[in-house]
């Protein structure tokens, strides 16, 4: 690998990591072109498929045999149809659905949280991600289409990757043995025996957090915010050595901080009321841009209300109440 790419393996802590961000950032668009020039952890293609080529597939402690097939809840169905027809391509072998959707109980709030899992062949061949690429491209905007407060894209990886997947996805084994797969095509994932650290992310999430002055003004980042918040008693509990789902972590968490969790109660509240609304000129903007996340990106600096059941809830003292339970949460699981 390049120098660049030495500092960034030292950055973001693993070089599966790095490849798996990589993928993701370029075949989402999420990282890419003007957008790139705000992040620093992300190889560009030509620099991933020759990290990828000299990837080992290490084996694992342990390895989980992903079989079920994404039953989408009926609001879902639709999304589930376009990803299916989007995504039929020889490289790709399939998407794992996790958390609330894979659930089948998602709410106005709930995120596709998927893994996109590529041939190893098409991670190695710049000319294969940029065929691969208006593909993907064109499942972002139906996942935008169908839940316009999505702030990430896909986490991507390959059979390579997966071959140590809590170093490649930052996810514990609890994440994904619960997936659902929208092909129900068979994956193996593979998992160490203590599973990924998650102390430096909570470390990193919870300093950006406590950061905060206020709420963000648009509902697009105060989403992107929330969704951090929820995350932080999963990585506090994983940085404690208790590996949870997203899903239960709440009800965990809540146990160490007692009279101190009532924000997160509130967030849970936020997660109920929070409408699932389409929003159709993000819609024809994300049509008419080559990458959606460019009109994302524009839709994100323009003057946008938040939902009104939400307003009320997420109050100064909701906000400070939360950054109080981050730096609790990171001094406990140092």
Known sequence: MASRSLREVARVGSTSRLL?????GYLCGTHSGWLARRH????????????????????SAEMLALRSRWQPAAEAASLAGALAALLDHHTIVDLLVFGSQAGGAPT?????????????????????LRTLRPRVLAAQRAVLAYQPMQHHGFEVATPKLLCNADAALELPREALERSRSLRGNPIDAGFSECGPDAAPRLQSISRWLCALPAWPRHPWRLHGVVS???????????????????????????????????????????RDVWPRRRNRRLELATSAARNPWLAVAAWARLPSAWPAGVRPLLSESCLKGLQDLARLMTAAAR
């Open 108 to 128: 106005g709030f709930s995120d596709l949280d998927a893994v996109l899992v590529i041939e190893d062949k098409a991670a190695e061949d710049g000319a294969m």
């Open 40 to 59: 620093g952890d992300r190889l560009g293609p030509e620099e991933l498929c020759a990290g990828h080529r000299t990837l080992g597939a290490a084996a």
């Open 228 to 270: 951090m918040f929820e995350l932080l008693p999963a990585l506090f509990l994983q940085g404690t050595g208790v590996a949870v789902s997203k899903a239960t972590s709440f009800e965990v968490a809540s146990a160490y901080f007692q009279g101190d969790w009532w924000p997160y109660d509130v967030l849970e509240q936020v």
């Open 20 to 24: 798996s961000r990589s993928l993701s």
